[in-house]
């Protein structure tokens, strides 16, 4: 199964350069991926007429699955309202037969109005839990900010402000896969049974430690989970391949007494 994720467009934005996105989507059409995840951020400033853009060029993108979560810039001046309208839902549930598996991908939007901050917030924590209830071989979830600091970025921010609570609840959920934006900043964490994945910016100059764009190709086979960075019309490098099957005792998802969702919640469409 192969997975692209994108992240910060920031279509719109000084530093934002289309030719860019251009060349990192029709690689992802080169490489038929399964699922793409365009994890937010996909305009500036959230304005009315950057959003007809956005649309407009992630309309190339030819894989069946594509899903979509708004970033901070995303949600500015009411952007939220505009996501909504051209682009759809900003939280999604997802039951997907790709390459053989079944996956669960739960995307939750982690933004808040004219904040950097995010916060996935506990009023989501029964829907995730039921997203990713019953059977799958794959479970996914998905956000904009980060759950995990991510080093190379300067001074540490906009964690979401849940970060601790929703790190137990994936991890009790059986979460395989998390995939974030937010810091451009490309990196992986394993932490506890699961790959925390971080793209860079995809489309813009605003880098950091990693001084170029990027976009993420992500294979999972029976038993790995490799991750490879790809810069727009350039090389590519590998994130590393880490191992599905955790030992018990170090992903310990039983062991988390933590967090409890409670059941019945509906905020989305399924
Ligand atoms: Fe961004
Ligand atoms: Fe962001």
């Given amino acids: ?14 530093r934002y350069r289309e030719e860019l996105l251009r ?7 080169a490489a038929a991926p399964d699922l793409v995840v365009v994890a937010g951020d996909l305009t500036d ?7 007809p853009i956005a649309k407009q060029e992630l309309e190339a993108i030819e894989c069946p699955n594509v899903v979509l979560v708004p970033g901070n810039h995303d949600a500015r001046h009411v952007g939220y309202l505009y996501f909504e309208e051209t682009l759809g839902s900003r939280d999604s549930r997802l039951r997907l037969e790709l390459g053989g598996s079944t996956v669960a991908l739960v995307a939750v939007d982690s933004s808040k109005p004219d904040l950097d901050e995010g916060e996935v917030g506990r009023e989501h924590y029964a829907w995730i839990e039921e997203g990713f209830a019953g059977e799958a071989d794959v479970r996914i979830f998905a956000c904009h900010h980060h759950l995990m600091p991510v080093p190379g970025t300067g001074r540490e921010r906009n964690q979401v402000l849940d970060a601790g609570d929703v790190l137990s609840l994936l991890r009790r959920l059986g979460v395989e896969l998390v995939l974030s934006g937010h810091r451009h900043m490309p990196y992986v964490w394993p932490v506890a049974g699961m790959c925390i994945v971080h793209s860079g910016t995809v489309s813009t100059l605003r880098t950091r430690a990693f001084p170029h764009p990027a976009y993420n190709l992500i294979r999972i086979s029976e038993e790995r989970i490799a991750v490879e960075l790809c810069i727009p019309s350039g090389d590519g490098r590998s ?3 880490y191992p599905r099957e955790w030992p018990p005792e170090l992903s310990a998802r039983d062991r988390d007494l933590s967090v409890r969702a409670r059941g019945g919640a509906s905020l989305a469409n399924d």
């Fill in 1 to 14: 199964m192969l997975i692209a994720q994108l992240s910060d467009l920031h279509v719109g934005g000084a």
């Fill in 23 to 29: 060349a990192a989507i029709a690689e992802v059409n």
């Fill in 45 to 51: 400033e959230g304005y009315p007429d950057q959003y």
């Fill in 239 to 241: 994130l590393g391949d």
